[in-house]
């Protein structure tokens, strides 16, 4: 069982920049490829970004311009930075962790076996 903590939510500016974490518990981090979804209110939950054991990563179309994602191993974190931050971006930030991938459907939510709680983050105009 692997429990992701998510943290770093919170109320942020237009314009302004992001910077969630999130921490698996178990010591195969570098074995799980990690994502982060997202899910506006009365909206499906929405592929954000993904980097795998090997730090190959996959960033939705339409956020690859100010979205990134990366991962330390040392402390089993993933990390999700934004900038140019859009009232429309407001949503819960879910981290999610897969054993393994079919394919390329990294943007598969049902690809992923495990899920944080996720954090909310407000963006006001």
């Known amino acids: 069982q692997v429990q992701l903590v998510e943290s770093g939510g919170g109320l942020v500016q237009a314009g302004g920049s992001l910077n969630l974490s999130c921490t698996a518990t178990?010591?195969?981090?570098?074995?799980?490829?990690m994502a982060w979804f997202r899910q506006a209110p009365g909206k499906d939950r929405e592929f954000v970004a993904s980097?795998?054991?090997?730090?190959?990563?996959s960033i939705s179309d339409s956020m690859k311009a100010r979205f990134t994602i990366s991962r330390e191993y040392a402390k089993n974190t993933v990390y999700l930075q934004a900038s140019s931050l859009k009232p429309e971006d407001t949503a819960v930030y879910f981290c999610?962790?897969?054993?393994?991938?079919?394919?390329?459907?990294?943007?598969?939510?049902?690809?992923?076996?495990?899920w944080g709680l996720g954090t909310q983050v407000t963006v006001s105009s």
């Open positions: 178990r010591p195969t981090f570098t074995s799980l490829t």
């Open positions: 980097i795998t054991g090997s730090r190959s990563l």
């Open positions: 999610a962790a897969a054993w393994a991938v079919r394919g390329s459907a990294y943007n598969i939510g049902g690809s992923y076996d495990y």
